[in-house]
């Protein structure tokens, strides 16, 4: 039971984290300066070099098709969290710190868990785990974003 007990305790940690990292991306970043180009080139400097970090094969051949398919200008959501251009990197990086506290964390818990999260491993699936989310969004003239109608 104790390990139940402690899959409940994380689940609810976890839980806890994400909650608070969709309140910080709702409410703190819209008292800041969105439109701060100097801020999204940041932030895209920011993804490629943890991308680069990984050291994998091919990491330079997916940020060069991640900036032809728009990901670093595209939203994170057409009407909610981080609706602004740029805002798919900034939400990504996001979810990568997340992802590095929760690894950390449940390796604290147990260390046997080590060999099966490797930190390359989290970063990759956070950074892009909305890798198709510009294909679902178009750019209009004003620079605001809406659904493609399909």
């Known amino acids: 039971m104790l390990f ?3 899959i409940k305790t994380q689940y609810k940690e976890t839980l806890r984290i994400l909650t608070i990292t969709q309140q910080y991306e709702t409410i703190f970043l819209r008292t800041k300066k969105q439109t701060d180009m100097s801020m999204m080139d940041d932030r895209q400097i920011d993804f490629c070099e943890r991308l ?5 094969d091919g990491v330079e051949e997916v940020i060069g098709w991640l900036g032809a398919a728009g990901f670093f200008k595209a939203p994170a959501s057409t009407r909610f969290h981080l609706s602004h251009k740029g805002g798919l990197v900034e939400h990504s990086l996001n979810v990568c710190d997340v992802a590095m506290h929760l690894r950390e964390m449940m ?9 099966a999260l490797p930190v390359d491993s989290v970063v990759i699936a956070a950074l892009l785990h909305d890798v198709c989310t510009p294909f679902c969004v178009v750019e209009l003239k004003n620079e605001f974003f809406t659904e493609r109608n399909n």
Request: glycine share 12%.
């Open 52 to 56: 680069r970090s990984t050291e994998r």
């Open 107 to 115: 390796i604290s818990m147990d260390g046997k868990l080590t060999p």
């Open 4 to 6: 139940g007990k402690k």
